[in-house]
């Protein structure tokens, strides 16, 4: 069996993958694209990952395990619990910040709803984002941010949802920039249960 080419690891031309995605969407991704953003050649990305499709599911493999990376990086960066929920929210729409990159994001996700072996990654992703929200609300339990009895895993629903809404909304009436329309959808969401300052 040959050996992997060296030189770039895969975690950068995944990233590659989420820039070319960004400004042509999946239906125009080529392994061509992919492979000049960090200039490789196409044939190295046939080697390791052996087509488009298949250069796509690593992607989406990978999305679980780093939902989880990020989450713990946000509670290790944040001085509390609740600032770790919208550190982690800001990092989920950073590589979607125009309208056009939220569409060609979009595009993807659409191709997740109906595509089943894509569709098994995409909801496997979800239920980690939320799971990592979850995390984070319960330590804000916990540490006294939240009130007493708030419910953590109903609240990451919420968050979760208000998330995924605040994307779209915002990607149509524009105003502001996505990580402040999240940021304010969360606050929404969370303010009838933060604890006051006496």
Avoid at 78 to 92: G, I, K, P, Q, T
Wanted: net charge negative; charged share 25%; aromatic share 4%.
């Amino acid at each position: 069996m040959a050996g992997r080419p060296r030189g770039v690891d895969d975690a950068v031309i995944l990233r590659a993958v989420v820039e070319v995605i960004g400004r042509v969407g999946p239906a125009r991704l080529t392994l061509a694209a992919v492979a000049d953003e960090v200039g490789l050649v196409p044939g190295t990305l046939v080697q390791r990952f052996g087509s488009k499709r298949g250069l796509l599911l690593a992607l989406a493999a990978r999305s679980v395990p780093d939902a989880q990376v990020l989450q713990e990086r946000a509670r290790e960066e944040c001085d509390s619990a609740l600032a770790a929920v919208f550190a982690l929210a800001r990092e989920w729409v950073s590589d979607v910040a125009t309208p056009q990159k939220y569409a060609n994001h979009l595009a993807l996700l659409c191709m997740d709803l109906t595509d089943p072996e894509f569709y098994e990654h995409a909801l496997a992703m979800h239920r980690a984002q939320r799971r990592a929200i979850e995390m984070l609300l319960e330590a804000a339990v916990s540490g006294g941010e939240l009130r007493d009895g708030a419910d953590a895993a109903l609240l990451a629903g919420s968050v979760h949802a208000a998330v995924a809404g605040a994307g779209l909304t915002w990607a149509l009436d524009r105003q502001g920039t996505l990580a402040e329309r999240v940021e304010h959808e969360i606050g929404t969401v969370l303010a009838p249960h933060v604890r006051r300052k006496s």
